[in-house]
């Protein structure tokens, strides 16, 4: 979860360094001062953005300043030697979304400021299953595949329920009983597709221990595992 650092303002979390660099990306890598309309925007965003205790910010939280700050910050980590200093969030970050990925980055944080700007709250996800597209686009995925779930189970006969990377199958006991071990997961990254146009042939039925498995191989690895590749990782050390 976001720390606040001495009597400081919390820490950059890795959802709001993402906008950050998307508009730093927007603008061909060169970093926009105070007065620009587009770091006003992205500072009044964070701000109303519950991703942080209210009561864990200064009066500067997130002020135009600091936006600005924080684009040479990445600057200096995607041009070492500038002078100034980078995160290690910022050094990931640039190093997760080179200016080659550009483009995907850009729909990753259409996602962020989309969810961001209902003022919903987001919800806890464990530091080591969170997605390189960070908690926001994390949570989303998860809430996805818990909606379409029994949309998925209907779909399924009683000798279909069987996990698609473990093959474990339940034992002979109540329908109800033997749905209770499955999860639905998406095969498509969240951040490539509308969530109104999500369709249950997109889905993977898993049992519950190989769908946090999936989950921790994606954010493990910085980047999208597919069914595939986690059956071959859990088949044997030749996939790890």
């Known amino acids: 979860m976001p720390v606040t650092k001495g009597?400081?303002?919390p820490n950059w979390t890795r959802d709001e360094t993402l906008?950050?660099?998307?508009?730093?990306?927007?603008?061909?890598a060169k970093p926009l001062d105070r007065s620009s309309g587009e770091v006003a925007d992205l500072s009044r965003l964070l701000k109303s953005a519950q991703l942080h205790p209210i009561e864990g910010r200064k009066d500067n939280f997130?002020?135009?300043?600091?936006?600005?700050?924080?684009?040479?910050?990445?600057?200096?980590?995607?041009?070492?030697?500038?002078?100034?200093?980078?995160?290690?969030?910022?050094?990931?970050?640039?190093?997760?979304?080179?200016q080659s990925a550009r483009d995907r980055l850009a729909g990753i944080a259409a996602a962020i400021r989309a969810e961001l700007e209902t003022g919903s709250p987001i919800a806890d996800v464990p530091d080591d299953e969170v997605f390189v597209e960070g908690r926001v686009i994390t949570v989303q995925h998860r809430a996805r595949d818990r909606r379409l779930r029994l949309k998925l189970l209907a779909g399924k006969s009683d000798n279909a329920l069987v996990c698609e990377i473990c093959s474990f199958e339940p034992p002979p006991i109540t329908r109800s009983l033997r749905e209770s071990f499955f999860e639905a997961h998406h095969i498509v990254p969240l951040a490539t597709v509308e969530i109104s146009k999500t369709r249950v042939a997109d889905m993977a039925l898993l049992c519950a221990g190989c769908h946090r498995f999936i989950h921790r191989l994606i954010s493990s690895r910085a980047r999208w595992i597919g069914i595939g590749e986690g059956r071959a990782v859990l088949a044997g050390p030749h996939g790890s």
């Open 19 to 28: 906008l950050a660099l998307d508009l730093l990306y927007r603008h061909d």
């Open 62 to 98: 997130r002020n135009t300043d600091g936006v600005a700050l924080k684009l040479q910050n990445l600057l200096s980590a995607l041009v070492p030697g500038r002078g100034l200093s980078s995160s290690k969030t910022d050094r990931e970050v640039v190093s997760a979304f080179p």
């Open 7 to 9: 009597s400081g303002n």
